[in-house]
């Protein structure tokens, strides 16, 4: 397996400090966050980053792994690390933090509770909800994370190439999702990027449906929307099969819908662009049909260390696209008490239009016939 570069924190940390707006200082505690700041990949951990220095606090736990973590990303002279119990580590955040004014904490991941000890703990602080401060930065990947995004994708596409011939065997909806997480991680996904989803006949009418003991039968519609995680970086895709048949009735002209809305959706994507535009190229098609109303989700959202992140590929988004960006075209038609038909790629925004890096076969049979 080739060796993708190493992942390097340098220059995130100066980044976030330039967004400072209204603050000295920021608390951050979602960890996906302190990983793509500092390289730490553990379960508990908080970053308090000042105009001047960072401090990573963790328990005894990590006391080798972030040290080593942090500096092969890069961040050893950035990042000071104090490990203790919850005590001390509160302690050591509030010397950090002793000589600023205003703090920001991270409004979309801080409970009421946390608030509250922040509160009490840095009395005399101004705290200030800060939102977006640390995704903003993520939304744009560089080569060492779209390198882990691809072979992530690649793991997936191997997964579903290995296990899609047993749709042919009668399998229940759940062995089969079983069969391809097994697959994946097999391959050499490290987990899966989330809950495969497996939803055959009418059940694939459920955007969401959790894999059940439902026999997948002949001609049945059946959505597979799965993803690897390899080195904490995720792909997403979706495929709708008809194994053995032709699709019948409505449904055979959901399949035609959806797969255009999905190509013209991803051809769309682009630098300049605006996350609603391609949502409106997609769902103007699915409209034109007479299916605006079974169309009930976004067309897309950015993937990378979370499976949902910014942008938001909606009626709602508002981001500009740039190279770099990592986004999803996910369009969907469900008919209740028939089926549905969603197909998803995962595109990077490349300088002069963007390449998928999700590449399994769209043909509604999986090239099984």
């Known amino acids: 397996m080739k060796a993708l570069p ?97 703090v920001g904490l991270e409004a979309d991941n801080v ?74 991680r097999r391959g050499g996904a490290e987990g899966v990027a989330f809950e495969t989803i497996v939803a055959s006949g009418p059940n694939s009418a459920k955007p969401h449906h959790r894999p059940g003991t439902r026999v997948i039968e002949k001609g049945d519609p059946v959505v597979v929307d799965f993803g690897a995680m390899y080195e904490g970086y995720r792909s997403d895709m979706t495929r709708t099969f008809c194994i053995d048949a032709e699709p019948k009735g409505d449904m055979a002209k959901v399949f035609e819908v959806v797969g255009k809305s999905q190509k013209a959706g991803a051809a769309a994507v682009r630098p300049g662009i605006t996350a609603k535009e391609i949502d409106d190229v997609c769902r103007e098609i699915i409209a034109d049909a007479g299916w605006a109303d079974r169309f009930e989700h976004g067309t897309g959202h950015g993937v990378g260390l979370d499976i949902h992140e910014a942008p938001t590929v909606s009626q709602l988004g508002t981001a500009i696209l740039a190279p770099g960006f990592v986004v999803t075209v996910e369009p969907g038609v469900y008919l209740p008490g028939q089926g549905g038909v969603r197909v998803e790629d995962t595109l990077v925004v490349t300088e002069d239009g963007a390449r998928a890096l999700t590449n399994f076969t769209k043909d509604i049979h999986g090239s099984l016939n």
Do not use: C
């Open 6 to 102: 190493p992942i390097s924190v340098a220059g995130r940390l100066d980044s976030l400090r330039t967004g400072f707006d209204g603050i000295d200082a920021l608390v951050v505690t979602t960890l996906a966050n302190v990983r793509y700041l500092t390289g730490f990949t553990g379960s508990a951990g908080v970053l308090v980053v000042t105009t001047a220095g960072a401090l990573l606090t963790t328990d005894g736990r990590y006391r080798t792994q972030s040290a080593e973590q942090v500096e092969a990303a890069g961040a050893v002279s950035d990042v000071d690390i104090a490990i203790g119990g919850m005590a001390d580590q509160r302690k050591k955040a509030q010397d950090f933090l002793s000589s600023t004014r205003s």
């Open 111 to 184: 409970t009421w509770s946390g608030q509250r000890t922040w509160s009490d703990l840095l009395d005399g602080n101004e705290l200030v909800p800060v939102t977006n401060a640390v995704e903003a930065l993520r939304e744009i990947k560089d080569h060492a994370e779209i390198a882990r995004m691809e072979r992530a994708a690649a793991i997936a596409d191997g997964a579903l190439r290995e296990v899609l011939p047993m749709l042919r065997d009668k399998v229940s909806e759940e062995l089969f999702a079983l069969e391809l997480d097994t697959a994946m």
